[in-house]
């Protein structure tokens, strides 16, 4: 009698133990579970966000194409990827920063639209120079290498909208020399693609402390 009493307990522990790891095992797949399901939303909502942003940077685009489509369909300027695209030789001379007539009359067609776009949209102008691959000539005593030059044209870009009628709050300059080459630099066509600046726009980012 006290060996049967005995065998009872001791086979009570194992499925104690069995109920034990069967409801951790439910536990765990419950786990895994929420945590599948949490990254089904996350990444649902990510692809939302996506969605979201590319309509905005296609409206945007779309916007900017019909603000400037008198030039665009002059063929003066390009758009590419929401960036104005404007060849050198129209605006300088080849190692200058002083704007040729033909393109100070070709900025001025840009600064009415460009005011219209503004007024809706939230946005800066950043107004970017750029070279070939080419070392500045020799002689030239304005500027030692090409990030020098692109600065400058870019600068000349910046001012002449400004004093056109553009805010001056509402545009600024950047240069980036001979990096970024629209096509690679392999002859003289091509280099003259590559000496262009560029308009695009940018968020309009408030400080952090209301300045």
């Known amino acids: 009698m006290d060996e ?18 069967m409801a951790a095992l439910v ?13 089904q939303l996350e990444l649902s909502q990510s ?13 945007r685009r779309i916007a ?3 603000a400037l489509a008198d030039p665009l369909a002059s063929g003066r300027i390009t758009i590419q990827d929401g960036r104005i695209g404007i060849s050198g030789n129209v605006l300088f001379q080849l ?24 007024s809706q949209h939230d946005e800066l102008l950043m107004v970017s120079g ?9 002689g030239n005593q304005r500027y030692s ?22 805010s001056a709050d509402r545009v600024f300059a950047a240069a980036f020399g001979a990096n970024h080459p629209a096509v690679p630099n392999q002859d003289e066509q091509s280099r ?3 000496r262009r600046v560029e308009i695009s726009t940018v968020p309009h980012l408030e400080s952090s402390d209301g300045e």
């Open 95 to 118: 190692n200058s920063d002083q704007l040729q007539p033909e393109g100070e009359a070709l900025l001025q067609t840009l600064v009415a639209p460009l005011r219209v776009y503004l």
């Open 145 to 166: 290498d090409n990030w020098g030059l692109s600065a400058q044209r870019a600068l000349t870009v910046t001012r002449t909208l400004v004093d056109q009628g553009l």
């Open 47 to 59: 692809l939302e966000q996506e969605k979201q942003r590319r309509q905005i940077e296609e409206q």
């Open 192 to 194: 003259a693609q590559n």
């Open 64 to 66: 900017l194409e019909n």
């Open 4 to 21: 049967l009493q005995s065998s009872d307990v001791q086979a009570t522990p194992v499925w104690a133990i069995f109920s034990d790891l």
């Open 130 to 138: 750029f070279t070939d691959d080419l070392p500045i000539r020799r």
């Open 27 to 39: 536990g765990i797949l419950v786990l895994i579970l929420v945590w599948v399901i949490g990254i």
